[in-house]
């Protein structure tokens, strides 16, 4: 076995009394600083999914709790993955309602930037909306989809910059109050002051064709988001997707 299979392997499973003080000093930091800034921005499924799941700020969560709460809710649990991964392996666990989460954390001199996701990003801001039935429901059939188109380098494009707008970067009208449910936004105290309050970026009604004609930005904040209605109005927009994606090909 390689060092590289050797990391991979420990890094297969939360080692739960493997991490430090120093790790959950870190995941309270992070978790204070957000929730200085997120009531009355994130979505209220957001708030109700943190709580069933039952996370708390002293502490880091624990994988094997955590997928407890999730099964008896949505079915969803947590699979351990040790970084980013490839798009058939991350597709197929979305599939089969396996959300794939890191188990490392950024150290204390990290806090403010990271250049890939860390277990705080996956966890504490993806995790809690997978409580919501219909988001969770478009998470998968869009992952059946791209699983489908997985030979075409067009189509993973096209499929990533629906998971982008909706699922990392996507805003929710809230019975008339614009709410973050986007786990990139979330994940972010900067981010979820300037998607919603500031005058730079454009906020637009969801729409299947501009998302698909619109590249994402990773190296700054948006500077467009798209507003759903509902976690419903995603999973109806399932059809229009892979019908305007077939159109998209074919005009290529």
Known sequence: MTQQERRNEQLAHQYY??????????????????????????????????EAIGFEPHRIPNFEEVNKHL?????????VVPGLIDNEPFFNYLKNKQFPATTWLRKMEELDYLEEPDMFHDVFAHVPILTNKNFCLFLEELSRMALKHLGNADSI?????????????????????????????????????????????????????????????KDRFQEKYFVINSYKELFDSLPEIEETLDNMLISK
């Open 157 to 217: 494009e096209f499929i990533s910059r629906i998971y982008w707008y909706t699922v990392e970067f996507g805003l929710i009208n809230n019975n008339g109050n614009l709410r973050i449910y986007g786990a990139g936004i979330i994940s972010s105290a900067g981010e979820s002051v300037y998607s919603l309050e500031s005058d730079t970026p454009k906020r637009v009604p969801y729409n299947v064709n501009e998302i698909l004609h619109t590249p994402y930005i």
């Open 71 to 79: 099964k008896a809710i949505t079915g969803w649990s947590l699979v």
């Open 17 to 50: 009394d493997k991490y430090t003080q120093e790790n959950h000093q870190v995941w309270q930091i992070l978790y204070e600083r957000l929730m200085k800034v997120l009531p009355n921005r994130a979505d209220n499924a957001y708030f109700e999914g943190r």
